[in-house]
């Protein structure tokens, strides 16, 4: 099967029409259509359902659609084998969303700048959700802060940098310490205690014997610090890199020591896509940002 008809297929699935796909892979109409039914041939599988105006995919076709990526990023690899150029082929990465609002957009632009073939799909979760869809291989790879608990033997772990973590206040009552904080009786907005951050806060509290129910717990930061910039409470939330929430002039930020969580990125030990994990990895140690 040539790789230029898995393009096409990818394409279709991507983009939703003949004329789309045909117009993303530089090929006539008719040269696509053909390339897709010599695939259901030679794989002996229908992959669309056919009607007047378009095709649909089959739940076989869905379920090549992963494998086609695969095949088609270990083809662009194996291109790149002789030398520094640019990398192809497709990319699902898992990301946690505090990231996405911070350094990870920058990164990715210049990263599919430099590399034009490469395709990323961007799936935006919480750190252990996107750990299991890497441990199951429905993910290639995902950037996550490290857990409480120590990661599967099955996965590599690349560090990428540490957030540190703060205690936020309103500009107007600015508290310099943790304890002057929770012993006023301005309300504590949570950060979301399901996920490993909120967690991580949970046990840095009870080791200093702070005692406290939420009035509120939220896990969006960009919230939490707009209803604390309100004076509607305090949190303590970690300062996200790349990101400038935390710049407000309404909002007293207090960094609090030795409390920081690592974000690294998170590969399966057998993985095959090494030179997109290197990509990655180049990306972050190369970055321009302010911490």
């Not at 009607?51 to 076989?60: I, V």
């Not at 790879?141 to 309103?170: C, D, G, K, W």
Request: charged share 20%.
């Amino acid at each position: 099967m040539l790789i230029r008809s898995l393009r096409s297929f990818l394409a279709l699935h991507r983009y939703g029409t003949i004329v789309a796909a045909a117009e993303k892979v530089h090929l006539s109409q008719a040269a696509v259509s053909v390339q897709l039914k010599n695939m259901e041939d030679e794989l002996g599988i229908a992959l669309f359902v056919r009607t007047r105006r378009s095709l649909e995919f089959t739940s076989a076709g869905r379920q090549l659609v992963p494998l086609a990526e695969k095949m088609v990023s270990i083809y662009e690899e194996m291109k790149a084998l002789g030398g520094d150029g640019p990398i192809g082929g497709f990319l699902s990465l898992g990301v946690i969303n505090s990231a996405l609002g911070g350094v990870l957009p920058q990164l990715l632009k210049e990263m599919t700048q430099k590399n034009p073939g490469l395709e990323v799909k961007i799936i935006a979760g919480i750190s252990g959700e996107l750990l299991t869809q890497v441990n199951r291989g429905t993910l290639d790879m995902a950037i996550v802060t490290e857990p409480p608990q120590r990661f599967p033997t099955n996965l590599s772990v690349h560090y990428l940098y540490s957030e540190p973590f703060a205690l936020l206040a309103p500009a107007e009552v600015p508290y310099q310490d943790l304890g002057q904080a929770f012993k006023s009786s301005t309300p504590y907005i949570a950060f979301d205690r399901s996920t490993w951050a909120g967690q991580m806060i949970d046990e840095f509290l009870m080791k200093r014997g702070v005692m406290t129910k939420p009035s509120m717990e939220l896990n969006s930061l960009d919230a939490i610090a707009a209803l604390v910039s309100q004076g509607l409470g305090i949190s303590i939330v970690p300062l996200i890199r790349g990101a400038a929430w935390h710049e407000s002039p309404n909002l007293h930020v207090v960094r609090l020591p030795h409390f920081e969580r690592p974000v690294s990125l998170i590969t399966r030990a057998s993985h095959e896509h090494d030179a997109l994990t290197a990509l990655l990895l180049s990306s972050f140690s190369t970055a321009d940002w302010n911490p």
